[in-house]
């Protein structure tokens, strides 16, 4: 039987001293498996970010995606550390969850960070390779909303 899943969203501060043991653990984690952690993890954008989680009654922590808010007005949300634990299908719940939070809530163009595999996971939403703006993080892929599917 399939466990209901809690997707939850919170500003850095509204987050208790448990959930951000429990959300940096699982980064570092699910980070370290993808070969992706060859940065300091904690880049000093966790406290100006949105954290969104998903729960699971039998399983807690299971996905996590940060959305960093802009520098500027005229920059976009960018959207990382996108991780789901493995064997769950919950790749596109992640997206779907992710995109309608900041539709919701932001009127600014988004972008992201992904791996190669995750690419797949933002086409259908209407995402291309950015090409004129490196990734932050080395080996990352930087893509942005050109259309809306």
């Known amino acids: 039987m399939r466990s209901q899943i809690n997707w939850v969203r919170r ?11 429990s959300l940096m653990s699982f980064r570092q984690r699910h980070l370290l498996r993808q070969n992706s952690l060859q940065q300091v993890d904690a880049d ?6 949105w954290h969104l989680f998903a729960l699971a009654a039998d399983q807690g922590l ?8 802009p520098d500027s007005p005229s920059e976009a949300l960018l959207i990382d550390r996108l991780l789901c634990e ?19 809530c932001f009127d600014l163009p988004v972008e992201c960070e992904v791996t190669d595999e995750q690419m797949t ?29």
Request: include cysteine; aromatic fraction near 10%.
């Open 11 to 21: 500003e850095f501060h509204q987050l208790s001293t448990d959930e951000l043991y």
């Open 86 to 104: 493995p064997g769950l299908p919950l790749e596109g719940s992640l997206v779907a969850e992710v995109l309608a939070f900041t539709d919701d």
């Open 44 to 49: 000093g954008r966790d406290p100006l970010a």
């Open 62 to 69: 299971i996905a996590y995606g940060r959305i960093c808010l």
């Open 121 to 149: 996971w933002w086409h259908p939403y209407g995402f291309d390779i950015v090409v004129d703006r490196p990734a932050n993080r080395h080996g990352m892929i930087r893509m942005q909303r050109t259309s809306t599917p």
